[in-house]
């Protein structure tokens, strides 16, 4: 078996987990399961920091910032959201 | 080392799964929390950057600004700000593809080409930057619309789809120009080209969706950037990003799919961006022959002998961040003897499931909050419904065979005894159409921003001690 060959395995996996992982959401969550798997999006930062290997050049390290700056935007603005939304939950649980 | 991704990637299944249940959804986003650290210490430790400098940097900016953006947004602008930034995450993904086709050896060396090397690389990088491009510019377009920015397309019908087409066009176009290219010029050109091209088509593609949909888009774009994520993996070599990717992204798009069956829209009409459009408010005022309308004394005097009251909260309410306002009213009939309550519509505010996080934010009581299905029953035993910004939730004109909203869910107002409308004007909702509950011989309407006449509501009523 090819790498080739595995990669598009495990994402073809991947992808019917995803379909199956949700289906039932009560309406309150659907906001908040939005904003959670968005911050998870962010899972590209690992790719930005990869990428600060790409080259040695101005353009390249200016290119693997920005992109470092982007996601880690998106990922710690999407969690602490997603953590305000279901803060908003737990105080009315009691 | 290798296999702390395969935990991280654990961690986000369970995060994704804790978020399904509201038993578990706190918990579930710790979890993805530390999924998410674990994977970029990870990171950090197998592949040592060239400059530390620049990562350090950019972790620490990016930190700074997402905790500012976080801790800024108020709850209302949530939606939109989720929109926004999953935009920074699409462009993230493709500058990713970009640097590293402008690095690799590819461009570097005259007579290489993308394809001579990894097949799955020489695909997946035109498809990353596609996807990311898109994800960028259509997500800062929802986050506009939801913002209540009116923009509308230049063409209309066939001549929007030819524009589309031939934009697709150039974007597969470019894409082989730059898979195939073995010159420096060519790769940078392509790349560039394909970016820029990417980037408005995704304006072109967001902006003729009306604002109304704009929830399922962002879900939608939600779930893109998600795939440009695994695509960027594919670029990259990196199984985590794959994995992760395909799951937000096919997650997404279930997600997208509930969203739309929550507001009786098929994904297929979001998308061709028919009702809800800007353009398709077409009726007016101008249509309602009788209504009646009332001022704040007046609703204060029907709901000093109301025994029971419903509140339906909606967008209108949400806009005029009228949430605590409507909870000090609650509280005041309650102390006066009443039952009140809210009756949630699965899509009301401004993204389903936001108006719960609206009112639970000013402290109303979970046992207060009823969904539609458990209360609309009770309607025809309640002496005041007051519908708070809301309109095409509470039209009955759903409930005939045919017409745009037929067969949506509505809350059954019409059903009270007396149905106060708070609502600005006879303007029409999302749908366009007229709401024929306004002119109904029960219902009273109140012509002033929310926010206003419950404040008014509430000054009456404390006045009638």
Redesign the interface.
């Known amino acids: 078996m090819s790498v080739d060959f595995l990669i598009i395995f495990i994402f073809v996996i991947a992808s019917l987990l995803g379909f199956e992982l949700i289906n039932k959401v009560p309406t309150m969550l659907h906001t908040p399961l939005m904003s959670g798997s968005n911050a998870i999006s962010g899972i590209t930062v690992v790719g930005a920091l990869i990428c600060a290997r790409a080259g040695e050049s101005w353009l390249a390290q200016g290119m693997a910032f920005v992109a470092i700056v982007c996601a880690t935007i998106n990922v710690v603005g999407g969690y602490m959201v997603t953590d305000r939304m279901l803060a908003a939950f737990k105080r009315k649980e009691k | 080392m290798d296999y702390l991704y395969l935990l991280a990637t654990l961690l986000?299944?369970w995060?994704?799964?804790g978020?399904?249940?509201?038993r578990t959804?706190?918990q579930?986003?710790r979890v993805?929390?530390v999924?998410?650290l674990l994977?970029?210490v990870t990171?950090?430790a197998i592949?040592g950057?060239?400059?530390w400098g620049?990562?350090v940097?950019?972790?620490v900016?990016?930190?700074g600004?997402?905790?500012w953006?976080?801790?800024t947004?108020k709850?209302t602008q949530?939606?939109e700000?989720?929109g926004a930034?999953?935009g920074?995450?699409g462009?993230?993904?493709a500058?990713?593809a970009?640097?590293?086709i402008?690095?690799?050896d590819v461009a570097k060396k005259a007579g290489v080409s993308l394809w001579d090397g990894?097949?799955?690389n020489a695909i997946s990088t035109p498809i990353t930057i596609l996807i990311g491009m898109v994800t960028l510019t259509g997500s800062f377009v929802a986050f506009f619309k939801l913002g209540g920015t009116k923009m509308n397309h230049p063409l209309k019908g066939m001549q929007r789809h030819g524009l589309h087409a031939l934009l697709g066009v150039l974007i597969v176009a470019f894409s082989f120009w730059e898979v195939l290219s073995d010159s420096h010029f060519g790769v940078s050109a392509s790349t560039v080209l394909l970016t820029v091209v990417s980037g408005v088509l995704g304006v072109l593609l967001i902006v003729p969706i009306g604002g109304a949909d704009m929830?399922v888009v962002?879900?939608l774009l939600?779930s893109y950037?998600?795939l440009?994520?695994?695509a960027?993996?594919?670029?990259?070599?990196?199984?985590?990003?794959?994995?992760?990717?395909?799951?937000?992204?096919?997650?997404?798009?279930?997600?997208s799919l509930?969203?739309c069956k929550?507001m009786n829209r098929s994904l297929g009409s979001v998308l061709l961006g028919g009702m809800g459009g800007d353009t398709a408010v077409a009726k007016d005022a101008k249509e309602y022959k009788s209504t009646r309308s009332a001022g704040p004394e007046e609703v204060a005097m029907l709901l000093d002998g109301a025994q029971s009251v419903i509140f339906v909260p909606g967008y209108g309410l949400a806009v005029a961040q009228a949430q605590h306002v409507v909870r000090e009213l609650a509280d005041l009939l309650q102390k006066r003897g009443a039952t009140v309550r809210y009756a949630?519509h699965?899509?009301a505010g401004r993204?389903?499931?936001?108006m719960?996080?609206l009112l639970?934010?000013s402290?109303?009581?979970?046992d207060q909050l009823w969904?539609m299905d458990r209360i609309n029953g009770d309607f025809k035993n309640t002496d005041v419904a007051i519908v708070v910004g809301a309109n095409d939730v509470v039209n009955p004109a759903a409930r005939e065979a045919t017409g745009p909203i037929a067969g949506m869910p509505i809350l059954d107002v019409d059903q009270a005894r007396t149905v106060v409308v708070v609502k600005r004007s006879l303007a029409p909702g999302y749908a366009g159409i007229k709401n024929p509950l306004f002119e109904a011989e029960n219902c009273m309407m109140v012509f002033l921003d929310a926010k206003e006449a419950l404040e008014g509501i509430v000054k009456e009523v404390k006045a009638l001690d």
């Open positions: 986000f299944v995060g994704i799964k978020l399904t249940s509201l959804c706190k579930g986003n993805s929390e999924g998410m994977a970029i990171t950090l592949y950057p060239i400059s620049v990562v940097a950019g972790l900016v990016g930190t600004l997402g905790v953006i976080a801790v947004t709850t949530m939606p700000m989720v930034l999953n920074l995450g462009a993230a993904s500058l990713v970009i640097d590293f402008l690095e690799s990894e097949v799955v929830p962002i879900s939600n950037s998600g440009a994520g695994a960027s993996g594919f670029v990259i070599g990196s199984p985590l990003l794959i994995v992760v990717g395909a799951l937000v992204g096919t997650s997404g798009i279930i997600l509930i969203m929550a949630i699965p899509v993204m389903p499931g936001h719960n996080v639970a934010e402290d109303v009581p979970y969904e």
